[in-house]
Nanobody, 119 residues
Framework: QVQLVESGGGLVQPGGSLRLSCAASGSISSLYAMGWYRQAPGKQRELVVIITSSGTTNYADFVKGRFTISRDNAKNMVYLQMNSLNPEDTAVYYC?????????????WGQGTQVTVSS
């Protein structure tokens, strides 16, 4: 199994920044993709961004130009730099890993980290 641990969440003012970190238990270079999802109160979990093993990224429209995903394969870490935060970004943010096998694919999730944007 792949184990993921998120960190870096907290309380920030509108317009502020946070950097989230996701530590994986093994080599992330062997995974097909990693990404970030979020779930706000009363809403379903939604995609924020994913990055494939080849470096291709896919951002949700509501974060384009504000959020940036990056990875450090040597450290088995994935990051989410969040700038220009607004109250609508308040949510629990989850790290996700996708693993492809011969006949199946698997998804793994971290425990989540709370991001609150408020004055």
């Amino acid at each position: 199994q792949v184990q993921l641990v998120e960190s870096g969440g907290g309380l920030v003012q509108p317009g502020g920044s946070l950097r989230l970190s996701c530590a994986a238990s093994g080599s992330i270079s062997s995974l097909y993709a990693m990404g970030w999802y979020r779930q706000a109160p009363g809403k379903q979990r939604e995609l924020v961004v994913i990055i494939t093993s080849s470096g291709t990224t896919n951002y949700a429209d509501f974060v384009k130009g504000r959020f940036t995903i990056s990875r450090d394969n040597a450290k088995n870490m994935v990051y989410l730099q969040m700038n220009s935060l607004n109250p609508e970004d308040t949510a629990v943010y989850y790290c996700n890993a996708n693993l492809r096998a011969t006949w199946n694919s698997y998804n793994y999730w971290g425990q989540g980290t709370q991001v609150t944007v408020s004055s």
